[in-house]
């Protein structure tokens, strides 16, 4: 029992201590190396710039946080529901599949000149990419939890006398929760690259503005404040995907002792 | 030949008033599969009565578990008739309760909420699903506790054991009242010592309901334990090609499984398979 207390705190204390590590590391490496400060400054400076920039870094961090999130739940939304009838009839999986595979290998940073174009300068052209970007991961895996489901388990439903739509609402859609989760995992941080790629080409606000401004000013510094705001950020929303998913699927991590 | 062996022996006779009309009837049933060459069944006829408990024994791969599709109407016929319940059978009939070897619990359901599942989906369960939960919840909690499982109900499925999974399987497939019970190999992927205790749960369930039943199986103990009559099939394409009577006296038991005659029905059913595999 108090073995396995100390392995976990072991295990939950690992990642800070390999933060701590590699900071230490650029710490030094930045100090002692003679690499000038413009090019790799010291987490301190970048500390500093922290402190420095508070305001506008909470203002940007918000604006690129609405637009993330915004472009997120349309990704959702749209992709739950093409999920569905992708993974549900396999008359539209054949038609639509080929389609979404080409879509998804479009380099989106091509298709921002087309968003500027049509929607203008600002947070629409963000919203659009974080969306374009989130949308393909949580298609293919709601059609994934459908399409694997047990076929015994579609004959229990069908020789009851369950409809198709009982059958989807009863098991394809509890079968596809945990799919679905894995996919906002990965669709949240992509609206995150989503929306920042956006702001730095085509925006006024938000954290991808605020680094370009930096940059072109050679506050190295700031850009890094930037980059660590937004990795800090893209861990808060995977952090609470993991939790929803907890709650929502924690049936599926029986394996990991969820007992 | 079923006259000659049952005077041979002692009378074991235990009459039950057989229903004239069957209530399932299979008239020259046979099925082949798309782009499948040759038959999967080959005009088989069958019968089975009211509160009947018929298993259905053969090679592997003869098609058994074809036939249940068949019944149920998850599967069209290709040519012939399957009549259940005085009905003609088009699509897939309502309300028959199914089990197979895979116990296929929802992960997600604890198990007294699968169990409640049925009564979700049947009629006339369904239309009253809302405003008779209570009743409906204590319904299936009866069912738990009938197969031993009644301190289980809120564990998921999966903090059962193989064994205790199945028994939650059977409360599903009969919380309904369903008037067929469709086994496909249901304990087939349980221990010896498990199999044999849910002979005896199964028995208790159908000597207190009566349903019809009919059991796919590869194990001619458990056939000749459960069943009122056996059907042996021959290998693809899946004919009938003997069907013997099992005339022990219930509640049969495990010991009884160890009695001469017993094992004679075993064992001639065994030669009957030797014989259609060849």
């Not at chain 1, 995992?185 to 401004?213: D, P, Q």
Request: hydrophobic letters at 50%; glycine letters at 8%.
């Amino acid at each position: 029992m108090k073995a396995s207390v100390r392995k976990r705190l072991v295990r939950q204390s690992m990642p800070w201590l390999l933060g701590a590590l590699l900071l230490a590391c650029w710490q030094i490496a930045s100090t002692r190396s003679g690499v000038s400060h413009a090019i790799l400054p010291a987490p301190s400076e970048v500390l500093h710039a922290f402190a420095q920039y508070r305001s506008a870094l909470t203002e940007h961090a918000l604006h690129t946080v609405v637009t993330s999130l915004i472009g997120f739940f349309l990704a959702l939304i749209g992709g739950v529901l093409l999920g569905l009838a992708v993974g549900a009839s396999p008359v539209i999986y054949s038609g639509v599949y080929p389609l979404l595979v080409a879509f998804n290998a479009i380099p989106k940073v091509a298709l921002l000149p087309l968003f500027v174009l049509w929607c203008g300068i600002g947070f629409l052209p963000a919203i659009l990419t974080a969306f374009s970007l989130a949308f393909f991961p949580i298609v293919v895996n709601v059609a994934t939890g459908l399409a694997t489901i047990e076929p015994e388990m579609e004959d229990v439903m069908r020789a009851l006398g369950a409809r198709r739509d009982e059958i989807l609402l009863k098991v394809g859609i509890p079968r596809s929760l945990p799919y679905l989760f894995a996919a906002l995992k990965v669709a949240i941080t992509l609206a995150f690259v989503g929306s920042v790629i956006s702001e730095t080409v085509a925006s006024n606000e938000g954290i991808g503005v605020l680094m370009m401004a930096a940059s072109s000013r050679f506050e190295v510094s700031l850009v890094f404040a930037g980059i660590i705001v937004i990795a800090a950020l893209a861990i808060a929303f995977y952090g609470i995907c993991g939790l929803v998913e907890n709650y929502m699927a924690h049936w599926a991590f029986r394996a990991r002792g969820g007992q | 030949m079923n006259l000659q062996l049952v005077s041979a022996r002692e009378p074991i006779v235990q009459e039950r008033p057989v229903d004239a009309r069957p209530f399932i009837n299979l008239k020259s049933v046979s099925l082949a599969y798309d782009g499948d060459a040759g038959l999967t069944l080959d005009r088989v006829s069958m019968d089975v009565g009211q509160g009947e408990f018929v298993a259905v024994v053969g090679p592997s791969g003869c098609g058994k578990s074809t036939l249940m599709k068949l019944v149920t109407g998850l599967l069209p016929a290709t040519s012939g008739e399957v009549i259940v319940d005085g009905g003609i059978v088009r699509g897939p009939i309502k309300g028959v309760g199914m089990a197979f070897q895979n116990a296929t619990l929802m992960p997600w359901r604890t198990t007294l909420k699968n169990v409640l599942l049925p009564l979700e989906i049947v009629q006339p369960f369904k239309r009253d699903r809302w405003r008779k939960r209570a009743e409906h919840a204590a319904r299936a909690q009866a069912m738990l506790d009938a197969v031993g499982l009644g301190a289980f109900g809120a564990k998921f499925p999966w903090q059962l054991s193989g064994g205790m999974q199945q028994r939650a399987n059977l409360c599903r497939a009969l919380v309904h009242e369903p008037k067929l019970l469709m086994l496909d190999e249901p304990f087939a992927a349980l221990d010896a010592f498990t199999r044999e205790e849910l002979w005896g749960v199964m028995q208790a369930l159908w000597l207190q309901r009566r349903f019809s039943a009919i059991l796919v199986t590869h194990d001619l103990r458990e056939a000749v334990f459960l069943a009122d009559r056996v059907f042996v099939m021959s290998k693809k394409p899946a004919r009938v090609i003997c069907e013997r009577r099992i005339d022990l006296p219930r509640p049969r038991t495990i010991e009884g499984s160890f009695e001469p005659h017993f094992i004679d029905l075993v064992h001639e059913m065994r030669g009957k398979i030797i014989e259609a595999r060849s």
